[in-house]
């Protein structure tokens, strides 16, 4: 993601308020600098102001919408959508200060801003209400917190954030593929499965395999966070946060004998109110992502377990096991930027509910370095199957979309 200091833009106008009161003093004309005083009202207008003079401030975020065509076996549409609460549209603002030299003091608050949320639109739902917010044409509070950060002594976070497990297995994947591609059903989550010759099953695509496929501790939250110095390319993180929830994790990323290495592995756990039916949950996911340099051939495995008990200490079914395989080539073959290719297949079970999530796809992405942009297109196959004997239409979906950063 591109970021921008708007320190420059400042500066630029208070340049320019200079010369415009040096040419009034001077008397060169009645309205000599009325083209002058006009661009210093734009640029005034335009550039995000500091808080105070110590504390710096970054603007950035992207913006991305796509349209996806999908069909449940009994009935198809067209969609218009954003990318899905947590993926959306957003604007981030992050300031920082210098306490003493090695030690800096700092700030984030990202709010996302969307149209249609992908992770709540269904069959009867085109426009689909923020995950949080609980409207369609929403804003809402992504992240919201402070943080002191040594360079020796790593960095401490408090309040509205990712703790070290949201995401993380797929946030290995260097590949330009992450967004369009990653082990979330964010474009179907909600819709319901049609059973053979086309009723409505009550099961979601969402609750199909073990916790919303791969991503079982996938929002922000309130929440303590720390976040080790690089030590030889490896880092650590540990958090706790709202309620009872905690975790620790390990990464690693860089490059060995002509590969591009980036592995994590992280657990977490919580033992509040997670469910009213459960009283702990514990998960563990794991991603190694690998990209031959010479050639942008890449391959990417993220694998989740997930472990729910209730609060008699038996299985309460939501156990299971995720895997997820991408594979492909990331190559620059014109003058825009590189162009990636992929394939990937997600096969989800659960061990007491005894259900089976599978799907597969291919796509491309095409990066625009020159507008800090990424189209895509792609396609995608789900299969499910309860085994009780019911059988279920797949889902597919094409999809188009893209995302430009600033």
């Known amino acids: 993601m591109n970021k921008y200091s708007l320190s420059?833009?400042?500066?630029?106008?208070?340049?320019?308020?200079?010369l415009a009161t040096s040419a009034n003093a001077a008397d060169l004309g009645g309205n000599c600098c009325a083209d002058l005083e006009e661009r210093v009202a734009e640029l005034e207008a335009t550039t995000a102001r500091k808080g105070n003079r110590k504390v710096s401030l970054t603007v950035s975020g992207w913006v991305a919408e796509q349209v996806t065509y999908w069909d449940d076996g009994a009935e198809s549409n067209t969609y218009v959508t954003g990318l899905g609460s947590t993926l959306g549209s957003n604007v981030k603002f992050t300031g920082q200060a210098t306490i003493v030299p090695g030690w800096t003091a700092g700030y984030v608050l990202h709010i996302e801003i969307d149209g249609s949320d992908a992770?709540?639109?269904?069959?009867?739902?085109?426009?689909?209400?923020?995950?949080?917010?609980?409207?369609?044409?929403?804003?809402?509070?992504?992240?919201?917190y402070w943080f002191i950060k040594s360079d020796h002594y790593g960095k401490v976070g408090v309040g509205l954030q990712s703790m070290a497990s949201d995401n993380a297995a797929i946030l290995v994947d260097g590949s330009g593929s992450l967004v369009p591609a990653n082990w979330v059903a964010?474009?179907?989550?909600?819709?319901?499965?049609?059973?053979a010759g086309g009723g409505t099953s009550p099961v979601t695509w969402g609750g199909t395999g073990a916790c919303i496929p791969g991503d079982c501790f996938g929002v922000p939250v309130n929440s303590v966070r720390y976040d080790s110095p690089v030590f030889a390319g490896f880092s650590?993180?540990?958090s706790w946060g709202d309620d009872d929830a905690w975790d620790i994790g390990l990464r690693y990323a860089g490059e060995l004998h002509g590969f591009k290495v980036a592995a994590t592995v992280v657990y977490a756990e919580s033992t509040g109110a997670v469910s009213s039916t459960f009283g702990e949950r514990e998960y563990t996911q794991a991603g190694l992502y690998v990209q031959h340099i010479g050639t942008g051939l890449f391959g990417l495995v993220n694998?989740?377990?997930?472990?729910?008990?209730?609060?008699?200490?038996?299985?309460?079914?939501?156990?299971?096991d995720v895997w997820y395989f991408k594979a492909g080539l990331r190559r620059n073959w014109n003058h825009l930027g590189a162009t990636v290719l992929y394939g990937e297949y997600l096969t989800s079970d659960g061990d007491v509910t005894d259900r089976e999530l599978n799907w597969w796809g291919l796509g491309v992405?095409?990066?625009?370095?020159?507008?800090?942009?990424?189209?895509?297109?792609?396609?995608?196959?789900?299969?499910?199957?309860?085994?009780?004997?019911?059988?279920?239409e797949d889902m597919n979906e094409v999809t188009f979309g893209a995302l430009i950063n600033f």
């Open 8 to 18: 420059a833009l400042a500066a630029a106008g208070l340049l320019a308020g200079g």
């Open 119 to 144: 992770l709540t639109t269904n069959q009867n739902t085109p426009n689909g209400p923020g995950l949080f917010a609980g409207t369609a044409n929403y804003v809402q509070a992504m992240q919201s």
């Open 186 to 195: 964010f474009d179907v989550l909600s819709f319901n499965v049609r059973t």
């Open 236 to 238: 650590a993180s540990a």
């Open 303 to 320: 694998y989740g377990d997930i472990e729910d008990t209730s609060a008699n200490g038996t299985d309460f079914g939501g156990d299971g």
């Open 365 to 392: 992405v095409q990066e625009v370095d020159a507008a800090a942009m990424s189209l895509w297109l792609k396609y995608r196959n789900y299969e499910f199957d309860d085994n009780t004997g019911t059988a279920y």
